[in-house]
């Protein structure tokens, strides 16, 4: 099951990062995690927040250009190498990684990371033949 990923495009310039979590904050949107690319002109700022329909109505009526994006978030253990396994999996699937990161919650001994990658649905199945889970938003604590 994938859950919501709001990215929104940013100038490339001090203080942007910090005037947008402002507005989300002010809001009682809380971040669950963030990544930001950034080229010389602009960054992509992604995020995992807790409210994403409540988060993309602010951030439009904030004048931010934004979008919604389905991502897996994946609980892999939390100890070294917890990550391996499944990038080992993409690796023999031959799935692309568009990108990933990691969110900010720990649960029993899991860390959870977020892939967006090449084919989504031959990813679950390898996960699901590996006994690895993936998450939803209500394990997540996310209103989607």
Do not use: W
Not at 2 to 26: M, P, Y
Not at 33 to 61: C, F, H, N, P, W
Not at 123 to 135: M, R, Y
Request: net charge negative; with cysteine.
């Amino acid at each position: 099951m994938s859950i919501q990923q709001i990215s929104v495009f940013l100038e490339n310039r001090a203080g942007q990062l910090a005037e947008i979590t402002k507005v989300l904050a002010g809001e009682g949107i809380d971040l669950r995690a963030i990544s930001i690319a950034e080229t010389a002109d602009y960054g992509v700022l992604r995020m995992i927040v807790d409210d994403s329909q409540k988060a993309k109505s602010i951030l439009l009526d904030s004048g931010y250009i934004m979008s919604v994006t389905p991502v897996l978030a994946v609980a892999v253990p939390d100890a070294p190498g917890g990550v391996a396994s499944v990038l080992e999996l993409l690796a023999e699937g031959k799935i692309d990684i568009e990108y990933m990161y990691s969110l900010f919650t720990h649960v029993e001994g899991k860390a959870y990371m977020v892939f967006r990658v090449s084919d989504e649905g031959k990813f679950k199945a390898l996960l699901d033949s590996h006994g690895i889970q993936t998450c939803g938003p209500e394990v997540l604590g996310l209103k989607q």
